[in-house]
């Protein structure tokens, strides 16, 4: 099996990145099919296609014949079992859970043809912790998109001691295939790569913050405009999401026992009263006015 042979690809979840990777692979030729067990969630995931594809073609980004394409290819349902019978390719974007991940990868095994590769965009479950909840451990990998999927260029593509190297290889030709950069981690770490790296960027701004050294408007301009970064560790927490922040932190925690991986107070304190970033409306800033 190599490149060549995906044809369908299915991805489990349109939230923000699930819509995001459906309409990516539509893009690119890919027949997809899109899930979700809300009905609600699969009619905003619909609604975002049928806006993003006109405003594509208004920017010039595609012919209205490569956006008429892309919308043909896609299509939406709540059936897992529908969506996954004649997937070549499974991308799974649920919710940040272990238990809630390892029973959709049980259902999308029993679902998917047994050539199919099952892989997962979780940006710190590890593959090895969801693979022995299918028969096919050396077809579940970690693709791991960015935030926002349409736009960012990297993916991750973490090869743990179970995933075979063709597997791995399909997934980075895939990634090619749909305009993205993969990287090959050879090995499952702690926050891959990428997150690793701004994680600890992240965390000492946090810790700057509650030294009370800056505030979080100073603190982010001198990431943007000392080191060049395109937004702020807030800006970009904001975005991403508080919520995952804490659970990454709490995970982290639970696994190594280190204090020092806990989340900051004031991660905590925004998790506590909702405040994950954009998607709430408050974060770290205040998005209510729409200003920011």
């Not at 693709?143 to 995933?163: D, S, T």
């Not at 992240?202 to 937004?231: N, R, T, Y």
């Not at 107070?265 to 954009?278: D, I, L």
Request: proline share 4%.
């Amino acid at each position: 099996m190599d490149i060549n042979d995906i044809k369908t690809i299915c991805v489990v979840g349109a939230g923000n990145m699930g819509h995001q990777i459906s309409t990516l692979c539509a893009i690119h030729g890919f027949k997809t099919i899109c899930t979700d067990i809300s009905d609600e969630q699969l009619k905003k995931a619909e609604a975002f296609v049928d806006k993003y594809l006109p405003g594509r073609v208004e920017k010039e980004k595609l012919t209205a014949e490569q956006a008429k394409q892309a919308r043909a290819n896609i299509s939406f349902t709540n059936s897992l079992e529908a969506a996954c019978k004649n997937a070549d390719y499974v991308i799974e974007a649920a919710v940040e859970v272990l238990d809630i991940k390892r029973k959709v990868f049980s259902d999308m095994d029993k679902f998917a043809p047994p050539h199919a590769i099952l892989a997962t965009n979780s940006s710190f479950i590890v593959s090895s912790r969801i693979a022995d909840a299918t028969k096919r451990p050396d077809k579940v990998i970690n693709l791991h998109f960015f935030n926002p999927a349409l736009v960012m260029k990297l993916v991750e593509v973490v090869q743990g001691p179970h995933v075979s190297d063709e597997t791995r290889q399909i997934s980075m030709d895939l990634c090619d295939r749909i305009g993205k950069v993969p990287v090959h981690l050879k090995k499952e770490v702690n926050g891959f790569l990428l997150n690793r790296i701004f994680a600890a960027i992240s965390k000492e701004a946090q810790w700057i913050l509650e030294m009370g050294v800056a505030g979080v408007e100073d603190i982010d301009k001198a990431c943007v405009f000392g080191a060049g970064h395109p937004m702020g560790p807030f800006t970009l927490n904001d975005l991403t999401g508080i919520d995952l922040t804490y659970t990454i932190g709490m995970e982290a925690f639970r696994a190594s026992g280190n204090r020092a991986d806990l989340p900051t107070p004031s991660v905590v304190a925004h998790y506590v009263k909702g405040e994950y970033g954009q998607k709430t409306g408050k974060g770290w800033y205040d998005y209510s006015d729409k200003k920011k």
